[in-house]
């Protein structure tokens, strides 16, 4: 292994001396920070560029990383909060470079912008692991592989369960006035979803998509979007909304504007990741379906490593297993057997 104290030395003295922590800069997980070893000749050193921490998908998602990127497992991680923002990740990747980590596990919260920090790993000879969402580069060659989902299959399943709910309910050819909550302008997740709903809402003429307006995956921003939906628009028959956290904020403004959703609800909502919280959300009966997105990637990603430390190859693309729930569900068995 690549001795990397030195590199980390130096970087912290610069940042002890530049002061570098204010608000909006990198958050680094000081549990990351653990004391130091002599040698980190026996440890794989994985620099991990997260996201955010702006769901309870993404906490879990890094709680699948930190307990599989263990000491004990033999790794040191160096562990990264972008809070959101790409410049932070960019930074991020260029520490771990001067750091000499072994390897670079990078999370993109869009997908550009990444070729030149891509490139400076390549040059520097660290491996880049794409997880999650995915990169638009000019050369495939820049990442060794991605671990993720299908957001585009988790967009045709939520319509395909829409079409065969109005059925049987009588409403296959009534008019249905729908809006959108979207995640982050420009991730995976985003244009998957919209995109594969998309190709299932053409086949309805009598789908109508009245807005689509991003919620930033989040509570705070899902609540705002959506009384500003229920301001603009009456009668909204269908409520898609790209993930569960702004599903949360987007129930809070229905319910305070005197109406009800879910299944015996004024209106229908569709929600993407989930997480225990949303399945409770849907045995209270304010969700009618939830399309899984997983985000238990940490030991995917081990397992990846370890087979390059072995020097074997790895597929480029591999994608986790998912499924979607439903009201009709027996949801408290589903969330006793379930991780998050
Ligand atoms: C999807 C992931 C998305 C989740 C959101 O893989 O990137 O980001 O759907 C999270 O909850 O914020």
């Given at each position: 292994?690549?001795?990397?104290?030195?590199?980390?030395?130096?970087?912290?003295?610069?940042?002890?001396?530049?002061?570098?922590?204010?608000?909006?800069?990198?958050?680094?997980?000081?549990?990351?920070?653990?004391?130091?070893?002599?040698?980190?000749?026996?440890?794989?050193?994985?620099?991990?560029?997260?996201?955010?921490?702006?769901?309870?998908?993404?906490?879990?998602?890094?709680?699948?990383?930190?307990?599989?990127?263990?000491?004990?497992?033999?790794?040191?991680?160096?562990?990264?909060?972008?809070?959101?923002?790409?410049?932070?990740?960019?930074?991020?990747?260029?520490?771990?470079?001067?750091?000499?980590?072994?390897?670079?596990?990078?999370?993109?919260?869009?997908?550009?912008?990444?070729?030149?920090?891509?490139?400076?790993?390549?040059?520097?000879?660290?491996?880049?692991?794409?997880?999650?969402?995915?990169?638009?580069?000019?050369?495939?060659?820049?990442?060794?592989?991605?671990?993720?989902?299908?957001?585009?299959?988790?967009?045709?399943?939520?319509?395909?369960?829409?079409?065969?709910?109005?059925?049987?309910?009588?409403?296959?050819?009534?008019?249905?006035?729908?809006?959108?909550?979207?995640?982050?302008?420009?991730?995976?997740?985003?244009?998957?979803?919209?995109?594969?709903?998309?190709?299932?809402?053409?086949?309805?003429?009598?789908?109508?998509?009245?807005?689509?307006?991003?919620?930033?995956?989040?509570q705070?921003?899902g609540?705002?979007?959506?009384?500003?939906?229920?301001?603009?628009?009456?009668?909204?028959?269908?409520?898609?909304?790209?993930?569960d956290n702004?599903t949360f904020g987007a129930v809070e403004?229905?319910?305070?504007?005197?109406?009800?959703?879910?299944?015996?609800?004024?209106?229908?909502?569709?929600?993407?990741?989930?997480?225990?919280a949303?399945?409770?959300a849907?045995?209270?009966?304010?969700?009618?379906?939830?399309?899984?997105?997983?985000?238990?990637?940490?030991?995917?990603?081990?397992?990846?490593?370890?087979?390059?430390?072995?020097?074997?190859?790895?597929?480029?693309?591999?994608?986790?297993?998912?499924?979607?729930?439903?009201?009709?569900?027996?949801?408290?068995?589903?969330?006793?057997?379930?991780?998050?």
């Amino acid at each position: 292994m690549k001795n990397v104290c030195a590199g980390i030395w130096i970087l912290l003295i610069i940042c002890l001396v530049c002061g570098c922590s204010s608000s909006g800069q990198p958050v680094r997980d000081e549990t990351a920070y653990q004391e130091r070893p002599q040698d980190n000749e026996n440890q794989i050193v994985v620099g991990f560029s997260q996201v955010g921490s702006e769901s309870d998908w993404r906490n879990a998602n890094s709680e699948s990383f930190r307990s599989v990127f263990t000491e004990e497992n033999g790794y040191y991680l160096v562990f990264e909060d972008a809070q959101q923002k790409q410049e932070n990740q960019l930074k991020a990747v260029r520490d771990f470079i001067l750091q000499e980590v072994d390897y670079i596990v990078l999370d993109p919260i869009v997908e550009t912008g990444w070729d030149s920090v891509l490139v400076e790993a390549k040059d520097a000879g660290i491996p880049v692991i794409i997880v999650d969402r995915q990169v638009k580069v000019e050369d495939d060659d820049l990442y060794t592989c991605w671990v993720g989902s299908d957001f585009r299959r988790e967009g045709r399943l939520a319509g395909k369960w829409l079409e065969k709910y109005l059925e049987s309910q009588g409403r296959g050819k009534d008019r249905i006035r729908m809006v959108t909550l979207q995640g982050t302008p420009g991730s995976s997740p985003q244009i998957g979803r919209t995109k594969g709903f998309a190709s299932v809402m053409k086949r309805h003429k009598n789908w109508e998509m009245l807005e689509y307006q991003s919620g930033d995956f989040t509570q705070a921003k899902g609540q705002e979007v959506m009384e500003h939906f229920l301001k603009t628009y009456d009668g909204i028959d269908v409520v898609v909304s790209e993930n569960d956290n702004m599903t949360f904020g987007a129930v809070e403004a229905i319910e305070e504007a005197g109406l009800t959703c879910g299944p015996d609800g004024d209106m229908i909502v569709l929600s993407f990741d989930a997480v225990r919280a949303a399945l409770q959300a849907m045995e209270a009966g304010k969700i009618n379906a939830d399309f899984e997105c997983n985000p238990l990637l940490g030991s995917m990603v081990s397992d990846i490593i370890h087979r390059l430390e072995r020097k074997e190859t790895v597929d480029k693309i591999q994608y986790v297993d998912e499924q979607y729930f439903d009201s009709d569900m027996d949801l408290s068995a589903i969330m006793d057997g379930r991780a998050y």
